[in-house]
């Protein structure tokens, strides 16, 4: 079957740093993405991997192990408009779509 | 703004009826995807279409439907409406109907709130 598990809720102060971890198991696997979600808006795109590593896109950092099937988000200098839901979505393989994790709600606090 | 439009934007039916979104893709995107999402969940494939042809699916029922024109706009079409339907739906568009990579990223329209009472 199609698992993806990520927390549900944390919270980070302001200016801090927060690691944003996801398993997942699917059958075939095509590049795993990460999204934001604000509440009662559309997801925005923030990264993808699909290689082993690292990969930096100013305070965003996504990391991925394919052996491991994990990858984690990384939040640099939290700013208080970085609260919102964290997806992280997979990249299926005959009918290119993506499966979802449920998010992980961030909440910052001054 | 991804460019991406959807309407309407709120909508309330009751069980049993019928109804129909709709979503403007980014100019330039050939391929539409549709997406259920419920409270507090992710996101769930529903299907996609390509020059005007559905070529993937989610585990959705047939009363789950859709069209694409040949400007690349869709309309999702959902019959016999069930209170579970009430959800937040979200179409995205993007260029291609190759393996979604970097430069395929998805444009998600800001969604249609559904409500089934």
């Known amino acids: 079957g199609q698992n993806i598990d990520q927390p549900t809720e944390m919270t980070a102060t302001e200016g801090a740093i927060v690691q944003i971890n996801c398993t997942y198991q699917?059958?075939?696997?095509?590049?795993l993405f990460w999204y934001q979600q604000h509440a009662g808006e559309a997801p925005t795109f923030l990264s993808y991997?699909?290689l082993d590593g690292l990969e930096e896109k100013g305070r965003f950092s996504s990391f991925l192990s394919r052996s491991k099937g994990y990858s984690y988000l990384l939040l640099k200098e939290l700013q208080m408009k970085d609260s919102a839901s964290y997806l992280c979505a997979v990249g299926k393989d005959s009918n290119y779509q993506l499966i979802w994790g449920a998010g992980t709600k961030l909440i910052i606090k001054p | 703004e991804t460019g991406v439009t959807q309407s309407p934007t709120h909508l309330i039916k009751t069980r049993g009826q019928q109804v129909t979104l709709r979503c403007s893709s980014q100019s330039g995107h050939n391929t539409v995807s549709w997406y259920q999402q419920a409270l507090g969940q992710g996101p769930q494939f529903i299907f996609q279409?390509?020059?005007?042809?559905?070529?993937g699916r989610g585990n959705f029922p047939p009363r789950f439907s859709g069209l694409q024109f040949p400007n690349y706009s869709s309309e999702l079409n959902v019959n016999a409406l069930e209170l579970d339907d009430s959800a937040l739906y979200l179409c995205a568009s993007r260029n291609g109907q190759g393996i979604l990579r970097f430069n395929d990223t998805q444009y998600f329209g800001p969604g249609t709130r559904l409500t089934v009472l």
């Open positions: 991997n699909v």
């Open positions: 279409y390509y020059r005007e042809e559905e070529n």
């Open positions: 699917t059958s075939g696997f095509n590049g």
